[in-house]
């Protein structure tokens, strides 16, 4: 049983349907099909902005680095966690794209707005010498499985517009965080001060889908442009359109969403019961980093789990504590959550 | 009825099929799918190249570009024809993935090689000072629908060879000119003198899948760098994998493309006997480019035709000759290929 | 005697006198010396641009390179001829400052301004395909030392402007081309609808000194974060200051340039009473191509003169036409040119 | 009274008169000139190494951007200081030529070698998705006025050899580091284990010229055109040669730098014995770093003195401590420095 990635999970039978239905005859190309004039204009009715660019890219990566180039130019920096992925999982991909550098604010997934406002003070102190400052980027929900609250994100923002900085949402995990929230997608961004959106598809059910979504359509050309260049426009883009159709349409996102957070809450109640398991974070949504010792991961393997642990559990000794990461996709039953929860409960008796 | 383009077709139900199936269950990411293992195993059949390095990405400019990036240097000049797809319809994405620039060979579609020698020797003549001689590159079949023979390849790759320049070849309709030739891929490619194919899926009938073929895998590391950093490699890998074993799996790409050029040889055919219309150079696949006078493409336009015309129609006069470019693809019934005649014949009757 | 180029040239004694005056005590770096100061008021003087941005650099490439990346976007193409030095002696240095492509006008030195517009009208007819119009850029005087005329410079600059772009001219040999002339700085620039010059230095007199001049300011900043980027922004700026100090005070640029010309036109008059010798075009400034028969170039050589040919003069036959290139730089007596022309009409007489 | 930065000085006598020797008659372009051939000779006398590659350059960052992107691929991170020059003082530069990023080591300015461990050892762990390593770079002396012992260079070189990255030391003051250390060139270079050095002579008494040094010449030609395509190839180079030649003869760089700390090791001397002053951290050259109360520096700077602190001394309480800079430059007197100890002394005393 698989809870190593969300990536690693099928796409629902509606996104399916959708693909069937799009595949009838012909369509113009690059983003000139009639599923995305649809798209478009769920998506501004979603996120209460009549006049937001919408735009399709088949990954979490394209969306990130093409959303923030646009954001920049190539002599700033763009300030971000120092666990976020645009820094640590994306191979250069943002400096590639924006020719700007990263700035890493603080040491945790989450941005502390004080250090925020420290790390932004301590640019352009130096004229022409150092990078100038460039857009705050943060990853909603975190790479830890933290979720910002409305408050905290209006917090940073704020201190981004101190500075006249735009702010940019990686949203690759964009449902689970408004599930866990309860609020609504304009609340999460724009009306909390948040320029640009990373939607992410991919993680939550479709086969390589993301949007971005510029509140103000202002850069709408440039980034279009921007996204030929990098070779991320389709030519039958229809199919993009088709699958974040039949995701956005009667709410099916929320709904993959909720699932996962609810599948995701079991589990974490189920561990919260196990003597030895802590949790690194708080969990918030349906990613899950907990510390465990090297004994029971290596007896969940045995009876067939599969997830990453941070550190090598072979060699160690049995109590050594070893950090791993669940992911509970949309695709997860509950009564998958039960069989991974006995098998917890009984790799945790050491003896056996 | 649509003549635009092949990016305007559907993809075979074989497709559909094959995403369904590997719809189920759950397979790991970034492609380290249980399908791109048989699709590498494929291709390396087909191409009778063991060692070829394979990767999929979802555009033919992110397979052309990336191809490039990897065989040249940034100070380097790439060789190319003036009417290449590298060079008008991809907005800088090979100069931005490789730094290099791209020097335009002659002034046809059709690499000819003693200008290509030519403008070879031309560079490097200046030290550091100009740019350095690059990867050469071929269209087949070319943008203008005209196909490359094996002894043509071997011509052009021989003087690349004299200057230890790779040469790639962008195969955006590479099953096409396949079926055109009638030999193998080995034969066209590799046996030619070829060192990397972007092997054209996307025309033929895939959603948006390409292949990337590099003969000599000594740089499939770097290749795969490259398509991190340019954001080209899918998390959900499985569904590009899918869907190209399916076009490779009984030699369906051979079928499709066999379709379409047989449709295609049906329309030109009929073309060849409407007096009006002059080929502006002899179709050897399924690209036409034809002149007509304007009222012809007036009168095909009110019948519900579809197609590009590479000049205005309107405003001018009824016997101003336009060219205009007939794309037949693999979904093109040989009713819909009478029809398309029936109107061009009357079309050419003025008085009417 | 050495005619190759006048980058092989000293620089005068009054250039020499203000580094060592500029050699004392202690001045503020990176462009805040009291010397640039000057420098920006009297360039702004001359141009008769009170508001024009003024700075140095050091290489004749940085100042084209940083003024063409300063006025266009890396998905645009730059409109310039296919002799230019941006293109062919730059080694892609324009490419990687601006990410830009080159598109090459005609196939002469000076642009023809109706393939200026049929160049221009040809890009953006591909949407977001192609690359977009970017700036024009001419070389005053040209490489092949011609001169454009200011009626040739405004027909230019009108299309340019019909179609929204900036124009810039590599004035490597700006100087040479005032003098040939007659006329101000500001009209032959601003004036005439050029809107950034790199102003030529170094081939008229100076160590490795380079102004580059924005008429209109809005871009300045850009400018400085850019050169400071590319390793441009020198700490000890006050010695290119007091160089270029030295080269507008009193004249001195025109007087270099004035020299050079009329040594220049001795040369050319002397040259074309020698019956084998063709000019390649008509000389205007202190740039000279002509052709003449192999022999005489091996006799030439033979006496001890220096300078380019553009095919090789060994194990061809005597008569076979070879074109050279002679630059009369500042530094050049008239007795110097005597005693080429003797050479020379020495060297015409086949029979010795 | 300047001790602002070592880039505020101007240069020794024998700088200038190479300039006017260099400047009798003509010279080769574009590094030809035969300045340049003694200058690579006596550079590799000095380095003991026959076989290096030596080029000239005319900024810091010019050196230290060009030899990292000869270093590495834009793929990788390079390892450096948080308070290292590329990382902080050059705008982007060295990312704008390598592509690469920055990671930053630690969090002093002398990369302590644990912590270099655990930074390699962290990147690469990730396959395609983080960056991969790339080069170490290391400032000798440090941007704070420390200085790697031999030792220390040695045991940085060691665990980069682990793990087969090439080590760059950005020698902007490598003549001053030298002096203090008392050891040879090649000492403190390829015997300890560094790959490419950028040789400062600007700080230390040039007007603009720095030295790339690579040991090992497989790269030379990389190199060369990477500084070409950069626009830092000089046309008149003789003019950088002949500089730094006369910086390399009779040891005059040996010499400068040692002035430079002597005045410098006085300063320190003096500084110690005033009670209010103490020193960031043990300074060993010609970089001194102290924290003094706020009325101390307001009393220093109403007598002339002029240098940077690093907080504003306005608005603030007389006993705020306020870091300051004194860089002591090789023209400095040492009268200057009794003049600069008495204004500081009597600083000291707040009633006055």
């Known amino acids: 049983m698989i809870f190593s990635s969300d990536n690693y999970s099928p796409v629902p039978q509606q996104v399916m349907d959708a693909l069937a239905e799009a ?18 204009h769920l998506m501004q009715t979603i996120f209460e902005a009549p006049d937001a660019a919408v735009y399709l890219v088949a990954t979490g990566t394209a969306a990130n680095s093409l959303a923030l180039s646009t954001l920049c130019e190539p002599w700033q920096t763009i300030f971000c966690s120092p666990v976020s992925h645009i820094h640590e999982d994306e191979c250069n991909a943002p400096e590639f794209f924006s020719g700007a550098k990263l700035t890493l604010v603080g040491d945790s997934d989450k941005i502390n707005p004080t250090e925020l406002r ?3 003070q301590a640019e352009e102190s130096r004229g022409v010498h150092g990078p100038q400052r460039g857009p705050v980027s943060i990853t909603q929900i975190t790479e830890k499985g933290q979720v910002y609250t409305l408050s905290e994100i209006n917090e940073i923002t ?21 599930v866990s929230l309860d609020c609504t997608a304009a609340e999460m961004t724009w009306k909390s001060g948040i320029d640009v959106v990373s ?8 086969m390589g889908v993301e949007g971005v979504i ?3 359509p202002e850069k709408a050309w440039e980034f279009e442009l921007r996204r030929k260049r990098a070779a991320h426009l389709f030519s039958k883009h229809r199919y ?6 039949a995701y956005l349409e009667n709410d099916l996102w929320i709904e993959l969403a909720s ?11 189920g ?7 802590d949790f690194l974070v708080e969990p918030k949504a349906n990613l899950i980093f907990v510390t465990m010792p090297a004994y029971m991961h290596r007896k969940a393997f045995e009876k067939g789990l599969e997830y990453y642990t941070w550190s090598e559990i072979e060699g160690v000794s049995d109590d050594t504590p070893v950090v791993s990461r669940f992911v509970v996709d949309w695709s997860r039953s509950l009564s998958d959550i039960d069989k991974f929860l006995e098998i917890m409960r009984n790799a945790a008796k050491k003896e056996i």
Chains 1, 2, 3, 4 share one sequence.
């Open 158 to 178: 704020r201190i981004a517009r101190e500075f006249k900085l735009p702010v940019h949402m990686d949203g690759a995990r964009f449902a689970n965080a408004l």
């Open 214 to 216: 510029f509140f103000d």
């Open 199 to 206: 939607f992410g598809g991919t993680k939550n059910g479709l």
């Open 259 to 269: 699932k996962a957070n609810k599948a995701a809450s079991l589990l974490i109640e």
């Open 118 to 120: 420290k790390s932004i």
């Open 271 to 277: 561990l919260r019961n196990i003597e030895k398991v």
């Open 23 to 40: 595949n009838n005859g012909y369509q113009p190309s690059y983003g000139e099909d009639s599923q995305m004039k649809k798209v478009r």
């Open 240 to 245: 993009l359109s088709a699958q974040m159709l």
